[in-house]
């Protein structure tokens, strides 16, 4: 019994990633650059699907099971054509811990870490979530990236 729990533990674990992104942008001029964007990003390795709204400047990224994909390398690519990106709203799975008061999201697949604000609503608890949020500051300047945490839902293993 205590083999297949941590069977099945391992095989949550691994699963850890983005899972989906929903990312402002702005200050693109050049028309052929905002519809290039779709297939850039689809060139990147766990980016399962793209829908680019330049009208209301925003980026639908669904991410297939599993991936790699960091938010900073979905952030720097759309960056590399004079685009700013704004806010982001984020789907995630991976381990939560606390690290001297501050809670900690890191999704095993990648080498990455998030820290995670949650309104005295939503209660953070150690262990593998799956979680909601958005993401003020996307490119911070001395610190983490902070997902403000929206929900937080147990993982449902992904079918192989």
């Not at 390795?45 to 390398?73: K, T």
């Not at 789907?91 to 690290?99: A, K, L, T």
């Not at 490119?139 to 079918?159: G, K, M």
Request: charged fraction near 25%; glycine fraction near 8%.
């Amino acid at each position: 019994m205590k083999i297949a729990v941590l069977l099945l533990f391992a095989a949550v674990c691994c699963d850890a990633q983005f899972r989906w992104m929903e990312i402002a942008f702005t200050g693109s001029g050049c028309e052929s650059c905002t519809e290039s964007l779709s297939g850039r990003l689809k060139r990147i390795r766990g980016v399962e699907n793209v829908s680019v709204d330049a009208g209301r400047g925003a980026i639908d990224i669904q991410l297939s099971a599993p991936n790699r994909v960091r938010l900073e390398q979905i952030r720097d690519l759309i960056e590399q054509d004079g685009s700013h990106v704004g806010r982001c709203k984020v789907r995630v799975q991976g381990e939560i811990s606390s690290d001297n008061g501050r809670w900690l999201l890191r999704p095993a697949s990648v080498d990455a870490e998030y820290e995670l604000h949650a309104p005295p609503t939503i209660a953070l608890r150690s262990g593998v979530w799956v979680v909601s949020g958005q993401i003020a500051q996307p490119r911070p300047t001395a610190a983490d990236i902070v997902i403000e945490v929206t929900s937080i839902v147990t993982p449902r293993p992904i079918p192989r």
